[in-house]
């Protein structure tokens, strides 16, 4: 998928986040806790399907759809007659991530709308709410490309750098809980009945470790298959030099250091760099 399609596809995440958020505030929890587990699963499944949705249409259905031209309005044709070129597919594939993007965005806010409404909107409403999204996902089909234009385009654009904020925050915030209930695990069996726990913090130190491998290894393949670009270089290099900068000031310049949360985000950064020159 190309890099704007990548970022509309966000928006939507984006959309999910609001809706539970909203939902939280307002006390919108469920009946119990199975029902929650079930809520997050459905939105889950619906997020997934959407992406598959988009994936498939992008690179399989798109290029022979042409219900009466309007999957071609706005694509720049250097060949009219060329309907199944590369130039015209590659626009029609593009249409569809923005289709499935819009729509998903579309049910998201609707859901975060029920929620402000009603307490019970969360978990409840499924019949409605399946068949909501089916028909958002086929209808989709056949509006024209201009209703998904410039205006959304950039709009998911500024939404998607926004969930990349936030994104990384949650993984940091993960990744420091996840250090410090490991090591407490080890200075509680140390302390409880004099055993070892180290093998908790040799655990983290070969999660680290891992990662760590996996962000060089990413960064060196991508110096390998991109680095005749001279652009890509500059973002294949900034995203290393980023990499020692952050870790040097996580372990040396704070009185919190966690290799491990250093190295997800090196992972988390190595990432993002491929998914941009790809």
Known sequence: ISISSCTTCLTCFTCEKLTNCACKSFGIEGDSLSAKEKSKFVYLSLM???VFFAVILQYSISPHIN??????IGCDITDKNAIYSTQINNCKGSAAVYRISFMSTVFYLFNTIGCLCSNNFHGRYWFMKLLFWFTLMISSIFIPNYVFGYQYEWFSRIISFLFLIAQISILIDFSYSWNDRWVAKSTEIEESNGSNGSKYIVGLLLFSTLFYLISVVGIVLMYMYFGHCETLTIFIT???VGIIIF?????????DASLLSSSIVSLYCTWLCISSIT
Do not use: A, E, H, R
Request: hydrophobic residues 45%; proline residues 0%.
């Open 238 to 240: 900034i995203t290393l």
């Open 247 to 255: 870790t040097y000031l996580q372990l040396f310049n704070s009185s």
């Open 48 to 50: 997934t399907m959407s």
């Open 67 to 72: 219900i009466k031209g309007i999957w071609d």
